[in-house]
């Protein structure tokens, strides 16, 4: 057969799917090959991984005798057969992206059930384990996981043992529960290698727990905790009023962590919502003027221009 790939989305970021069914097919001794308008397919794959306001739907390619579509771009009720989704991505479709580097899922599905992710109705409940390593990695120096929630797993001490094991720099994409922390998997983290760490702290009515968890980490923690290591992702613009926003950031500031606003909603975002954002994030702005009340974004505006264009700002999001 010869296979199409469309990685909806764009390139940025390596389509774990679509590496699967690569590979899926190589294996089966297919040629695949990223979709081209000028050839004639018997299948053409179309994923798409975000929703329609981050990343508009393309029309069907008309020279593919059939066309598949998959991922939460489309729906959260396509999933990967079991013969596909144990297999070990093609990294070969992402040479740049994917050098030294493995992407994949230890775990999948997650017990919060936060109202604004569609993790648990996408992918259960309950924090399970659905891989080892070794499915998806082999020696690479950088391991990207995708997990939602890997604390949740029964499993998680086992799994941590791996990825300490790996040596390989690992990056947890999706964060880390903060609530779930305990001294045994902080002493287990810390074996990890890693450049950066990242928490949550979405709803106001679990300030208790993630500040339990936080304050943990920042007792066990063998690195110390700085902006340069520690974020913590702030859902805004959700369900909680500014003050409750502001507490959070100056909360975490103050616990040397490095509070990044994460905007719900964004093109419905009001202003003051956005100006948070683009104070708190920019770590230059943030550093320089402390108190978001005195905050000008018109001030600062010139200087960001000018600063943007030489790499000195950091992105908003
Ligand atoms: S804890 Fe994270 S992964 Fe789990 S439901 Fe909430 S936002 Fe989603």
Known sequence: MKIGLIDVDGHNFPNLALMKLSAWHKDRGDVVEWWDGFGQY???YMSKVFDETYSPDMPEPLNAAEV??????????????????????????????????????????????CHFCIVAE??????????????????????????????????????LQQLIDSGAYVDFTQGLDCRLLTPENIAA????????????????????????????????????INAMYATVYTLVNYDTTMDE?????????????????????????????????????NRLIFKAEPDFSKYSPKKWAAKEEVSEQIGLFGGTE
């Open 122 to 159: 996408k992918e259960g409940r309950r924090s399970c384990r659905v891989a080892e390593l070794s499915e998806w990695w082999s020696g690479q120096k950088n391991i990207v996981l995708l997990d939602p929630n890997l604390l949740a797993c029964s499993e998680h001490m086992r799994l």
């Open 68 to 113: 598949v579509k998959g991922g939460t771009g489309y729906g959260l009720d396509n999933k990967l057969p079991d013969e596909i989704e144990h297999v070990c991505p093609d990294y070969s479709l992402y040479p740049e992206l994917t050098k030294d580097t493995a992407y994949g899922f230890l775990t999948r599905g997650c017990p919060r059930g």
């Open 42 to 44: 018997d299948r053409v």
């Open 189 to 224: 983290i810390n074996r990890v290698k890693l450049k950066q760490i990242h928490f949550a702290w979405d709803y106001m009515k679990e300030s208790a727990a993630v500040l339990r968890g936080l304050n943990l980490y920042r007792e066990l923690a063998t690195r110390k």
């Open 245 to 281: 926003n502001l507490y959070r950031i100056y909360t975490l500031r103050d616990l040397g962590y490095d509070p990044y606003v994460m905007i719900y909603d964004k093109p419905h975002a009001p202003q003051e919502i956005r100006d948070l954002q683009r104070w708190c994030n």
